[in-house]
């Protein structure tokens, strides 16, 4: 997705806000939970 082939809407979307949690979305702790499991710095390696 990312480099010299990368879709002009991908660049777009990665230039807009970046993620902020899930602040109130009903499964908040077990997204949270299933995400540190997999990878504890989850929240810093995103790529928005």
């Not at 230039?15 to 899930?22: D, L, W």
Request: aromatic letters at 14%.
């Amino acid at each position: 997705m990312n480099g010299e082939n990368e879709l002009p809407l991908y660049t777009y979307l990665k230039s807009q806000k970046g993620f902020e949690g899930f602040s109130e979305h009903p499964y908040k702790e077990l997204l949270e939970k299933m995400f540190s499991e997999a990878d504890p710095d989850w929240d810093k390696n995103l790529i928005c």
